[in-house]
């Protein structure tokens, strides 16, 4: 069976994480963990994104990424397929290095800080470090100015948050609007997305309006949420849900090309 396409939201930033194959061993020397730095360089000149945090650990990767217009899977994609080669060859193995599929989880802006600090405390986790400064292979030693990496982009946490999220294409509206927009492409009413209904076609609802009002950067997630009177996490499970649906993923895709007309033609 085919594996469902995922949603692609240009500008969102992503925790991925990659994990060995059956809790194999994915790093197994320093060298490895260099081509891995070296091949994220490559994917920010060749994708166009930005790596916000790292953490290579022996057996899996975590990476906090903000795609642009080129998908996340495509990246990723070729990421672990060149590691895998560089692995394969040095260790003399063949096969899959990563277990299945990567895990993406889409980010609110707001989670961002406690996520980075969660990703560099995974060592001491492992009890492989008493603090996280003292591992090596993470972005917390470029976060406190001792080690350059001129592929990793720090600004966006501890500088300007206008700079931290890419340009979007949907037309500058309020979430009101937004969400008239949408109820009259599908016939609803705003109140029965207000309700405490658990209809399925009206989370579904609930979740495209979030997805685009965090594409078009219209407010938060959580600012969603309460519009609908929904508990955040909730929302994001709809959202995750939607991005394994094909169908899910074509409506949201013409709803967004919609958005991107002049507001004149989007009414």
Same mark, same amino acid.
């Given at each position: 069976?085919?594996?469902? @396409? #995922?949603?692609?939201?240009?500008?969102?930033?992503?925790?991925?994480?990659?994990?060995?194959?059956?809790?194999?061993?994915?790093?197994?020397?320093?060298? *490895?963990? /260099? %081509? =891995?730095?070296?091949?994220?360089?490559?994917?920010?000149?060749?994708?166009?994104?930005?790596?916000?945090? =790292?953490?290579?650990?022996?057996?899996?990767?975590?990476?906090?990424?903000?795609?642009?217009?080129?998908?996340?899977?495509?990246?990723?994609?070729?990421?672990?397929?060149?590691?895998?080669?560089?692995?394969?060859?040095?260790?003399?193995?063949?096969?899959?290095?990563? %277990?299945?599929?990567? $895990?993406?989880?889409?980010?609110?802006?707001?989670?961002?800080?406690?996520?980075?600090?969660?990703?560099? =405390? *995974? @060592?001491?986790?492992?009890?492989?470090?008493?603090? @996280? /400064?003292?591992?090596?292979?993470? +972005?917390?030693?470029?976060?406190?100015?001792?080690?350059?990496? +001129?592929?990793?982009?720090?600004?966006?946490?501890?500088?300007?948050?206008?700079?931290?999220? &890419? $340009? $979007?294409?949907?037309?500058?509206?309020?979430?009101?609007?937004?969400?008239?927009?949408?109820?009259?492409?599908?016939?609803?009413?705003?109140?029965?997305?207000?309700?405490? +209904?658990?209809?399925?076609?009206?989370? $579904?609802?609930?979740?495209?309006?979030?997805?685009? &009002?965090?594409?078009? /950067?219209?407010?938060?997630?959580?600012?969603?949420?309460?519009?609908?009177?929904?508990?955040?996490?909730?929302?994001?499970?709809?959202?995750?849900?939607?991005?394994?649906?094909?169908?899910?993923?074509?409506? =949201?895709?013409?709803? #967004?090309?919609?958005?991107? %007309?002049?507001?004149?033609?989007?009414?």
């Amino acid at each position: 069976m085919a594996r469902k @396409p #995922r949603i692609h939201c240009p500008g969102g930033v992503y925790h991925v994480t990659l994990v060995g194959n059956g809790g194999q061993q994915i790093f197994f020397s320093p060298d *490895d963990s /260099k %081509q =891995f730095y070296y091949l994220l360089a490559e994917g920010v000149r060749r994708y166009g994104y930005r790596v916000h945090a =790292f953490c290579l650990m022996t057996t899996h990767a975590h990476l906090l990424l903000q795609i642009a217009e080129i998908p996340l899977a495509k990246a990723i994609h070729n990421l672990s397929f060149r590691y895998t080669q560089w692995i394969n060859q040095r260790q003399r193995r063949r096969g899959h290095l990563f %277990q299945g599929r990567y $895990k993406a989880i889409l980010i609110e802006v707001n989670q961002l800080p406690e996520l980075i600090r969660l990703i560099h =405390f *995974d @060592p001491v986790r492992a009890k492989l470090v008493n603090h @996280p /400064k003292e591992y090596r292979w993470s +972005s917390q030693r470029a976060y406190l100015g001792q080690e350059n990496l +001129s592929w990793l982009t720090t600004e966006g946490i501890t500088g300007n948050q206008s700079n931290y999220i &890419a $340009k $979007k294409t949907i037309v500058s509206m309020t979430l009101s609007q937004l969400v008239e927009i949408v109820c009259r492409h599908y016939g609803q009413e705003v109140a029965q997305l207000q309700s405490l +209904s658990r209809e399925r076609v009206f989370a $579904k609802t609930r979740a495209l309006i979030a997805g685009l &009002a965090q594409e078009g /950067k219209i407010c938060t997630l959580t600012a969603v949420a309460n519009y609908f009177n929904r508990d955040v996490t909730g929302l994001i499970r709809s959202l995750r849900r939607m991005a394994n649906e094909a169908e899910a993923i074509k409506e =949201f895709n013409q709803l #967004r090309l919609r958005l991107q %007309q002049p507001a004149s033609e989007v009414e």
